[in-house]
Structures are given as structure tokens and as C-alpha cells.
Nanobody, 123 residues
Framework: QVQLVESGGGLVQAGDSLRLSCAAS????????MGWFRQAPGKEREFVAM???????YYTDSVSGRFTISRDNAKNTVYLQMNSLRPEDTAVYYC?????????????????WGQGTQVTVSS
């Protein structure tokens, strides 16, 4: 069983930065693709970014150039650096792990999910 624990969320102003972390309890972390998703109130969960086990990254268009996903396999941790935050980035952010090879960015490709961390960006 894989457990994922997110941290780093909070309340910030537009233009500020935050770094989310996700610690994974799995011996196979280095072979998992890891993703970040988010869900705003009244909206469906949406893909934000992912990093494959070979460190290939993929971002949704709305965060490309502002967010950076990275991983530290020695610490079993994946990060999401969020810069130039906007009010529309406000959501609960979820970390997820996938055993799918390649660059999965569909939530159905992810088997394990964290509890989420709230990010609120005020204007």
C-alpha cells in the first residue's frame, strides 16, 4: 500500500510563490510516475503536472512556465514549485502515484492519492 502525504499549502497573495511537497511511503517510488492534480470548489479535479520515473515532465497549459515539478528519489518526495500564483490557482492540490509507464496525465492512470493540501490565492 502506498501512502502519500502532501504539505506546503497555505494562503498567499497573487504573485507569490509556494512549494508543495509530497512524501511517499513506497519502496518503488523511483519507478512511479508522480502527478499533481487540483480541485477547485464546484469544479472537477484537473491535471496540473506530472513527472515520470525517467524525469520527463508534463504540465497543463495554464501552469506551464509558472509551475515546476521535480522529484528526489533519495527522499521519496515529489515537489511542486508554484510561482506567480493567481487567484484561479486556488484549489485543493492532490499528489498521486502511478505505475503506468510513459507520461500519464489522466487521473484514471493514478492508483494512489494523498489527502490534499489547500492552496488559496487572494487577489
Amino acid at each position: 500500500q502506498v501512502q502519500l502525504v502532501e504539505s506546503g499549502g497555505g494562503l498567499v497573495q497573487a504573485g507569490d510563490s509556494l512549494r508543495l511537497s509530497c512524501a511517499a511511503s513506497t519502496r518503488t517510488f523511483s519507478r512511479n510516475a508522480m502527478g499533481w492534480f487540483r480541485q477547485a470548489p464546484g469544479k472537477e479535479r484537473e491535471f496540473v503536472a506530472m513527472i515520470s520515473w525517467t524525469a520527463v515532465t508534463y504540465y497543463t497549459d495554464s501552469v506551464s512556465g509558472r509551475f515546476t515539478i521535480s522529484r528526489d528519489n533519495a527522499k521519496n518526495t515529489v515537489y511542486l514549485q508554484m510561482n506567480s500564483l493567481r487567484p484561479e490557482d486556488t484549489a485543493v492540490y492532490y499528489c498521486a502515484a502511478s505505475t503506468v509507464r510513459g507520461a500519464p496525465h489522466n487521473s484514471n492512470d493514478y492508483s494512489y492519492w494523498g489527502q490534499g493540501t489547500q492552496v488559496t490565492v487572494s487577489s
